[in-house]
């Protein structure tokens, strides 16, 4: 019987405590974010839209279409056609990224050593047609136009090609010898863009 | 009139599309009113096929598929799998590479015994849990979020380290989580573990003798939960992990409830790891020189870590060239699967859903 009782008092006392325990929280303020009304800030790294970037001097893409991209793509989103000039020379004549494919992994950023791609903080770009998904280049570059890029500094501790030098200030050209680890615009600037 | 009552074992489904079956797993029952008298799991509702992909990939492109091979822990997922290519190439980490490799898998071991131990009430019909231990999950989202980039699908940990060093803001927001999270742990506790309804839906049931964890090689917290004392970062310690300090929780019972609480507990000893290695994170590089085309030598190796919910191995078959000539994952909850029909005969339909929960088993990880 004395068990009976304590058992009984030890249920009691321990599902008010759990009342208790969530009773807390009553008062506290709610965490949650009203979506479409509020937007939380995502963090600088954070991995969304894949967009080429733009020289601000020039007006041109930072795209030499050196393909590493491409290969290194492990969905096979992207697609570049490349056109050759009477020089050899290599141009670019076309970049997509399906957006079907694309599952924002970063291989691509972290494979281009021009800082020409990168994915921003962009999440929100839902179509009504499946079609619109597939970005071409007009778009990609649109879309990359407001998101802050470092340039990398290049060239700095290799004195073998002092004549690549003053390719850090220009645009970078598919002969440039590619550095050696890529630098990736990832550091801190600040920016309002989401 | 007088026609004689009969009865008469019932087979129904249980799933694909079950709540609490945490995937699509789906369950044929054969029930004598609610009494489960045979039960078949029936898998590959969620085979995509990881493995036959990583042969066509190159290694650095196999870690995002990694990380969908068990997406509550990505992080030990592609951990797994980088050990796995350097043990093959012959690539040392850098320390402090190694440093960040431990805080993130501990800290998606927290993360993912969170999700465990918000899920798991809620398949008994106790919600509260499952509100507040995600809210906790939150804040290591985001701090995985400020390191790699994204929230659930890492793609963070490279052949030869890490693919970013944390940012510097990471540290502070860290420890101010660790800071507040022992009081969290105690409050899932003074829901659950006293809580009479749960004790009477959790408490004797399901119960894994130390002979069927070797039958079944079962592993992880619920084969501690039986009392055997085995664990990979202790037994067959990699990484770093024996610079740190930390206790192996263990059950006694080896049913539902004790496999909760050795959960819960290993949340506390996580911490304590990612607490030692925020104090002794070294400077330095985060990542070895690997070659943009990573070429292994031959051979074959088979690399295994302590996952949240067991043993992930992966067994890496190289022809030297620069992608796996065969990949094999192995997830701890195939086997604990195979272990729940063993278990559940006899008991009722409800039991099985606790049982299932408390078994912590994912689906992805057995169809793969
Ligand atoms: S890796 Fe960079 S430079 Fe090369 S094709 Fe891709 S975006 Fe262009
Ligand atoms: S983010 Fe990954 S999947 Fe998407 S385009 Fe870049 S490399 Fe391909």
């Not at chain 2, 043990?87 to 040392?92: Q, S, V």
Request: charged letters at 25%.
């Amino acid at each position: 019987m004395v068990e009976v009782v304590k058992q009984f008092a030890s249920g009691i006392y321990n599902l008010l405590l759990g009342m208790f325990t969530s009773g807390k929280h009553l008062t506290r303020h709610a965490i949650t974010v009203q979506y479409p009304k509020e937007r939380w800030e995502v963090p600088e790294r954070s991995r969304g839209m894949v967009v080429l970037l733009t020289d601000h001097e020039t007006g041109r893409l930072n795209c030499t279409a050196c393909l590493l991209c491409m290969r290194g793509c492990p969905s096979g989103a992207i697609d570049i056609e490349v056109e050759k000039d009477e020089k050899g020379k290599r141009h670019l004549k076309n970049f997509t990224v399906d957006f079907h494919l694309c599952c924002f992994c970063g291989l691509c950023e972290e494979a281009c050593n021009f800082a020409a791609i990168k994915l921003s903080r962009k999440y929100e770009f839902p179509e009504y047609d499946k079609k619109d998904l597939i970005y071409d280049i007009q778009k990609l570059q649109a879309a990359g136009l407001d998101v802050p890029y470092e340039k990398p500094v290049r060239n700095k501790v290799e004195p073998k090609t002092p004549s690549a030098a003053p390719a850090a200030a220009g645009t970078p050209t598919a002969d440039t010898p590619p550095p050696p680890p890529p630098p990736a615009a990832e550091g801190p600037t600040p920016t309002e863009a989401g | 009139m007088a026609e004689e009552l009969r009865t008469e074992d019932m087979t129904v489904n249980m799933g694909p599309q079950h709540p609490s079956t945490h995937g699509v797993c789906r369950l044929v029952l054969t029930v004598d009113g609610e009494i489960i008298r045979d039960c078949v799991p029936v898998i590959g509702f969620l085979h995509r096929a990881i493995e036959k992909m990583c042969e066509n990939r190159t290694y650095a492109q196999c870690i995002p598929l990694m990380d969908r091979f068990e997406y509550c822990t990505s992080m030990s997922c592609n951990w797994a799998f980088c050990l796995a290519a350097e043990k093959l190439g012959d690539i040392k980490v850098p320390e402090r590479g190694e440093y960040l490799r431990v805080i993130m898998g501990e800290l998606n071991r927290i993360a993912s015994h969170l999700i465990f131990v918000g899920v798991t009430p809620m398949d008994c019909g106790a919600l509260t849990p499952f509100l507040y231990t995600f809210r906790e999950r939150e804040r290591i989202m985001d701090l995985f979020e400020m390191t790699c980039g994204q929230r659930l699908t890492y793609n963070y940990i490279r052949v030869g380290g890490v693919a970013k060093d944390i940012p510097p803001e990471f540290i502070p927001k860290c420890r101010e989580f660790l800071g507040i999270f022992e009081e969290k742990i105690r409050d899932y506790e003074k829901l659950l573990v006293d809580n009479p309804i749960w004790i009477a839906r959790n408490k004797g049931i399901g119960i894994i003798t130390p002979q069927l964890v070797y039958d079944y090689a079962i592993s992880g917290p619920s084969a501690r939960a039986s009392g055997v004392n085995f664990d990979i970062r202790k037994n067959d310690p990699y990484s770093i992990y024996d610079l740190f300090d930390f206790d192996i929780p263990l059950g006694t019972n080896g049913d539902s409830y004790d496999r909760f609480n050795v959960r819960v507990n290993e949340m506390r000893q996580s911490a304590r790891i990612v607490a030692q290695a925020l104090d002794q994170l070294p400077d330095g590089e985060i990542r070895a020189k690997v070659p943009l085309k990573f070429k292994p030598n031959p051979g074959e190796v088979y690399s295994r870590i302590e996952n949240s919910r067991g043993e992930m191995g992966v067994y890496l078959v190289s022809d030297g060239g620069p992608k796996p000539f065969r990949m094999r994952a192995r997830g701890g909850s195939y086997n604990h699967l195979q272990a729940v029909p063993h278990i559940v005969k006899g008991l009722k339909i409800a039991d099985l859903v606790a049982i299932f929960a408390s078994m912590d088993i994912i689906m992805p990880e057995i169809d793969r």
